[in-house]
């Protein structure tokens, strides 16, 4: 039986959200990739990472970087678009900080030493860094 869409069925927000991650960063490849991930776009459809997304952008509308040949300018959308990936990368770095810390802990690294890699002033604030980490990423391994 195929499902159809009822038009009074209240949208998934998260669905949504995700949904126009996906988009924001096919549009920013598509758009502003160069080099390496301009080749991966054209071979493999294959989207740049989040961050380097939001780089891009922000290397372009700072003047820091220029864009390639033919390439439109930075717009309204590519800074919505870059604004967009934002939670995502964030949350991409803070599963990497957490498995971070994680590993660090393993390998007999002290909280001080931690805080001091963190650029923190105590152990204790390393320690409460690393359980709101694993709270928000759910990472507790």
Known sequence: ??????PFTRPDPEKARRQRAHE??????????TGQARTRWAERRMPMPPHEA?????DLAAGSALPDEGAPDVDQGDLTAALTLVPWARAEFDQMEAGLL??????????????FGLGLGTAQAARQRHERLVKRTGDES
């Open 1 to 6: 039986m195929t499902q159809t869409h009822n």
């Open 54 to 58: 939001i780089a891009r952008v922000c």
């Open 102 to 115: 994680t590993m660090a802990k393993g390998r007999g690294m002290t909280w001080q030493e931690l805080a």
């Open 24 to 33: 924001a960063l096919f549009r920013i490849t598509e758009r502003h990739a």
